[in-house]
């Protein structure tokens, strides 16, 4: 499984931005995917996550509300639409995905997203 993530860049506070992953090779065995999150000086940590089957999501306490995290299988692509951009969001941000039946986790490049006050 290969993710290449992107979208990251530049925004003002209150604004929005979409990232994407594009997901290639043995799609079939993923079991969740998710964005996480790095700022400078903590540790990585979960923005949202979606299971393959159901699509059942989940988001991290500080974004639910204001960021969307969506799949589209036709694609292969995944997307987290962030709105009402704060301060606080700045890190990078990498693509996930989990294979339960590999154990197997696998991630995207990183991609930076950078939010002024």
């Known amino acids: 499984v290969q993710l290449v993530d992107s979208g990251g860049g530049l925004v003002q506070a209150g604004g929005s931005l979409r990232l994407s992953c594009t997901i290639s090779g043995r799609t079939f065995s993923i079991s969740v995917m998710g964005w996480y999150r790095q700022a400078p000086g903590k540790q990585r940590e979960l923005v949202a996550s979606i299971t393959n089957r159901g699509g059942t999501t989940t988001y991290a306490d500080s974004v639910n509300g204001r960021f969307t995290i969506a799949r589209q299988y036709a694609q292969n692509t995944m997307y987290l639409q962030m709105n009402r951009l704060k301060p606080e969001d700045t890190a990078v941000y990498y693509c996930?995905?989990?294979?339960?039946?590999?154990?197997?986790?696998?991630w995207g490049q990183g991609t930076q997203v950078t939010v002024s006050s």
């Open positions: 996930h995905a989990y294979s339960r039946n590999l154990n197997r986790d696998y």
